[in-house]
């Protein structure tokens, strides 16, 4: 029986509510007990976390592995493994691989090399219809026998009634809709709307584009009945729409990037492509209805929305470049500034990337709760460090926050009871 | 923004855009280009300024006359100089902008003047460029077109002789027009008094109050009293996407007549960036009428874009006082 002691740490477990210097002890990849263990147990290995945080390894809603398809971007293999050196246990993957996570054949190919990476875990996503097109389901209940965590089209679905078939057939699957609203006739430029893309002569987004779709959704999702999450909402009307609809009791829950909590469209100065990111970063306004929405529990979750690109894609004028942000690296730091910045306590901060994207997911992760798989995080709250490309771990360094200074740095990252070792080969 | 425009002197090292631009330059660039109008005159129209530097005209969009005004500027400073006109459809086919650009710098060029229908690309190259090498931007999608702006100014100047007390009307397509925003910019800078775009909602860009502008959408309102009539051209593409029922309508309600132009100041001049759509923003009458300096503003574009040249490329000859 493989054993392990987390010794002395600050333990905090959003799910149970527990901040306290204590013991953790894990026996066959299981969380065992916390505190004082059975009478009978040793440990084969033991961490002092003195000093330390010891929280549930970290669940991101949303990473771009790349693979298949793009593999010049990063690999399951590189990516997992760059989750697991930030503290991040588990990984969604969203469907738009190439080839599309639209038959159990891809699912389980990423499900396989994921498990022969032995990095952070992973779920892959469902295509909601065949290669994305909006036009046939996907075969969602097959998917789902191949370990889809739940289903999303990640491009946009033009057609209603396909819409409302695929809604309607997710929830007969039992499959929550992983839902990006965006109502594509609105979304043809390349930054939010407003003064910042007049000044740049860019084509702007406006707010419409994404609650157009968010009044849609919402309602055939209260005809259809299916569970859905909204993934990084980026404006605050939109956050009002969904708190309007939980107060109605529809099943409904939402992330936001972590990345749109701290930037706005006015970071785009200069035509820093690194802040090129779909959803657009907002007006200041709309950050500060996101960081509200979160706080008052309308926003569940926070996710990193990683998108690692090659250097070249984001060498070009702006809106030539590639949208996304490699942001495995500053999800579990970013989370931590967020608590410094809004003063809430790291047990509330926490939950935001553990036990709340784990019940979006319907897993038994993002807890120590005794008998869950033992995936945790160790990390030094009070350990300074600045972003570089040296450091990333993520094969993409597109990054608007290079240079930035953070506080947090991850120490040990656990996953099924083992002491994930990020430098294996 | 545009900080990377200027020198540690604070000159002009690559000329990007009006917007940052401190007053003492933009006057700088317009006594420049004035002592240049009369080189323009002579029958040997020629200065040494630029002698033995090549200039690249590197246009990724089609331009006739922005592309031949450069060209002239530059021989006229006796550089030579390269014509590129890139088809966007087969630059796509693989190279890049940046390996174009180390490519072209490869030749040892001494400045780029590039136009290009991304915002931001002039700006883009400015940051990539080899330090030598200076950028001049002649348009970057709907974000600035600065020696239009310049040419503008100079030709307001020439009539008005004072930018304070001036009341000056942009109409038309502002939300795609590069002209607009840096005539906006220039105006601004430059103390005019009320600077108005006028022109439908579906043409007006979200929050351009804040450059410091007030908004009309009637035509008759917008010119009231005005001094100076900017009159930006109508692409017909705008039909397409829904932004305009027609041309005719588009003419009826915003194209400049006699009877509207009655409303504006009895000695205000209309101008035009060219090329013109008779019958679609401006009635002939108009364009060929005895306010129109339409010609003029050509003219004039070649003294602006010598002063932008030597003022960034020439071994700062004329002297003139410093900018900040």
């Known amino acids: ?16 509510n527990l901040d306290s210097v204590t013991n953790v002890h894990i026996a066959d990849g299981k969380i065992l007990a916390i505190g004082t263990p059975p009478t009978d147990f040793s440990a084969e290995q033991q961490i002092n976390a003195k000093n330390q945080i010891v929280c549930p390894g970290l669940i991101d809603l949303s990473v771009r592995l790349c693979e298949p398809g793009a593999e010049h971007k990063g690999t399951i293999l590189s990516e997992t493994r760059a989750a697991a050196a930030n503290g991040i246990t588990t990984v969604c993957c969203p469907p738009d691989t190439n080839p599309v996570i639209d038959t159990p ?6 499900q396989k090399r994921a498990t022969e990476a032995g990095m952070a875990k992973v779920l892959p996503l469902a295509a909601m219809t065949q290669a994305l097109k909006g036009e046939q389901l996907a075969e969602i ?28 057939y997710a929830a007969n699957c039992e499959m929550t809709v992983f839902l990006q609203p965006i109502e594509p006739w609105l979304s043809k430029g390349c930054i939010h709307e407003g003064t910042i893309s007049t000044r740049l002569g860019l084509s702007g987004i406006p707010e419409t584009a994404e ?14 009945g299916v569970r859905a999450h909204f993934c990084r909402l980026s404006t605050a009307r939109a956050v009002s729409m969904i708190k309007e609809a939980q107060a109605k009791g529809l099943p409904v829950t939402a992330d936001v990037s972590a990345h749109h909590l701290f930037l706005t469209d006015k970071d785009i100065k200069n035509y820093n ?9 907002r007006s200041h306004d709309d950050k500060t209805g996101l960081r509200e929405g979160l706080l008052q529990g309308n926003i569940n979750a926070i996710s990193s929305d990683h998108q ?22 500053t999800l579990l730091p970013l989370c931590l500034r967020f608590a410094e910045e809004m003063q809430i306590d790291l047990t509330t901060a926490l939950g935001y990337v553990t036990h709340k994207p784990a019940q979006i997911l319907g897993i038994s992760a993002g807890t120590l709760a005794i008998d869950c798989p033992a995936d945790l995080c160790i990390f030094d709250p009070n350990s300074h460090w600045r972003l570089t490309p040296d450091n990333m771990q993520s094969l993409g360094h597109n990054s608007p926050f290079l240079n930035s200074e953070f506080k947090g740095k991850v120490s040990y990252t656990i996953i099924n009871g083992q002491i994930v070792d990020i430098d294996k080969e | 923004m545009n900080n990377i425009q200027l020198d540690q002197q604070g000159r002009l090292k690559h000329f990007l855009g009006i917007e940052g631009l401190k007053r003492p330059i933009l006057i700088d660039i317009l006594n420049t280009a004035a002592s240049f109008l009369s080189i323009d005159a002579k029958a040997v129209k020629k200065a040494p300024i630029l002698r033995g530097k090549t200039i690249i005209n590197l246009f990724f969009e089609p331009s006739t006359r922005t592309r031949t005004t450069f060209e002239l500027a530059a021989k006229r400073l006796s550089a030579d100089v390269l014509n590129f006109n890139i088809d966007t459809s087969s630059s796509s086919k693989g190279e890049t902008l940046i390996d174009m650009l180390h490519n072209l710098e490869a030749m040892h060029c001494d400045m780029f003047i590039v136009r290009h229908k991304a915002g931001g690309a002039a700006y883009f190259m400015a940051q990539h460029v080899a330090p030598h090498i200076h950028i001049i931007n002649a348009g970057d999608g709907q974000h600035e077109h600065p020696t239009q702006a310049m040419l503008d100014m100079q030709t307001i100047y020439q009539y008005k002789k004072d930018f304070a007390p001036l009341q000056v009307a942009i109409v038309g397509d502002i939300l795609h027009s590069r002209v607009a925003r840096s005539d906006i910019h220039a105006l601004t800078t430059l103390g005019a008094s009320q600077v108005r775009v006028v022109g439908p909602k579906t043409l007006i860009p979200k929050g351009i109050e804040e450059l410091g502008v007030k908004v009309f959408n009637s035509l008759k309102t917008g010119l009231r009293d005005v001094d100076v009539v900017i009159m930006l051209r109508l692409q017909r593409e705008r039909m397409q996407s829904a932004l305009l029922p027609s041309v005719f309508e588009y003419f009826q309600y915003y194209g400049l007549t006699e009877d509207v132009l009655a409303v504006a100041h009895p000695e205000a001049i209309v101008m035009h960036p060219g090329p013109i759509n008779r019958g679609v923003e401006i009635d002939s009458t108009i364009a060929d009428g005895k306010r129109s300096v339409i010609l003029q503003q050509v ?22 006082k410093e900018g900040q």
Do not use: W
């Open chain 1, 1 to 16: 029986m493989a054993t392990l002691s987390i010794l002395e740490g600050r333990v905090i477990d959003p799910a149970s």
């Open chain 1, 105 to 110: 054949a891809v699912a389980e190919l990423i």
């Open chain 1, 141 to 168: 209940g097959r998917l789902k026998e191949a370990g889809c965590i739940g289903v999303s089209n990640v491009l946009p679905i033009t057609n209603t009634q396909v819409l409302r078939h695929a809604y309607a």
């Open chain 1, 211 to 224: 609650t157009i779709a968010v009044a849609r959704d919402l309602l055939l999702i209260e005809m259809t």
């Open chain 1, 273 to 281: 492509s690194q802040c090129h990111v779909s959803p657009p970063l």
């Open chain 1, 308 to 329: 690692p690109h090659e250097a070249d894609a984001k060498l070009s004028p702006f809106a030539m470049t590639a949208s996304g942000i490699s942001a495995l690296d």
């Open chain 2, 299 to 320: 003219s004039n574009g070649i003294a602006i874009r010598m002063a932008v040249m030597a003022m960034t490329l020439g071994s700062r000859i004329p002297e003139q």
